[in-house]
T-cell receptor, first 115, second 115 residues
Framework: GAGVSQTPSNKVTEKGKYVELRCDPISGHTALYWYRQSLGQGPEFLIYFQGTGAADDSGLPNDRFFAVRPEGSVSTLKIQRTERGDSAVYLC?????????????FGPGTRLTVL | AQTVTQSQPEMSVQEAETVTLSCTYDTSESDYYLFWYKQPPSRQMILVIRQEAYKQQNATENRFSVNFQKAAKSFSLKISDSQLGDAAMYFCAYPLGGSQGNLIFGKGTKLSVKP
């Protein structure tokens, strides 16, 4: 595809459930970033990958959050035992490399609502 | 702590007029990049303009320009000849590592454009 895509665009779940959010980066982009954007806030970093490995996962709030990128392309953000405080828009971005010289291209996000 | 501060939660401008959005940041890095992103209601973040800290010349991109004051750690965005399509949230950001890695964002400024 021409840009970064994220599925689903909206996800409503109940407290305690497990959810998976998917990100399809731009083809050939080796770096992939996950951010979380709460209402009225700027995006906050969660984790980023260079290839298949997580280069920095220091932004993950706790061990309920996990992300994978097994083949160095598509990434999945996994949230276990969801809580109401997890409600936010989850943004994915990809770039040709991790240098700031390489523009990060963002997807439209997944809006997660935990009831 | 590394932070980005946008002191104007909301701004309004008349169509065809000029508006300036302010941003201050705090980093210990000597070489870094700074960015302005636009987020329309579609949620997709779009890079507006970027500045490399070692370059003294202010960056410009068509109607968008910045006023970069390194010593003051200030990075404002000027939009000239404002258009209705400029209405959006605007976020100032820089990489946590200065020249690479994930971005730290401000809380954003909501820009309205009046016809």
């Amino acid at each position: 595809g021409a840009g970064v895509s994220q599925t689903p665009s909206n996800k409503v779940t109940e407290k305690g459930k497990y959810v998976e959010l998917r990100c399809d980066p731009i083809s050939g982009h080796t770096a992939l970033y996950w951010y979380r954007q709460s209402l009225g806030q700027g995006p906050e970093f969660l984790i980023y990958f260079q290839g298949t490995g997580a280069a920095d996962d220091s932004g993950l709030p706790n061990d309920r959050f996990f992300a994978v990128r097994p083949e160095g392309s598509v990434s999945t953000l996994k949230i276990q035992r969801t809580e109401r405080g997890d409600s936010a828009v989850y943004l994915c971005a990809s770039s040709q490399g991790t240098s700031a010289y390489n523009e990060q291209f963002f997807g439209p996000g997944t809006r997660l609502t935990v009831l | 702590a590394q932070t980005v501060t946008q002191s104007q939660p909301e701004m309004s401008v008349q169509e065809a007029e000029t508006v300036t959005l302010s941003c201050t940041y705090d980093t210990s890095e000597s070489d870094y990049y700074l960015f302005w992103y636009k987020q329309p209601p579609s949620r997709q973040m779009i890079l507006v303009i970027r500045q490399e800290a070692y370059k003294q010349q202010n960056a410009t991109e068509n109607r968008f320009s910045v006023n970069f004051q390194k010593a003051a750690k200030s990075f404002s965005l000027k939009i000239s000849d404002s258009q209705l399509g400029d209405a959006a949230m605007y976020f100032c950001a820089y990489p946590l590592g200065g020249s690479q890695g994930n971005l730290i964002f401000g809380k954003g400024t909501k820009l309205s454009v009046k016809p």
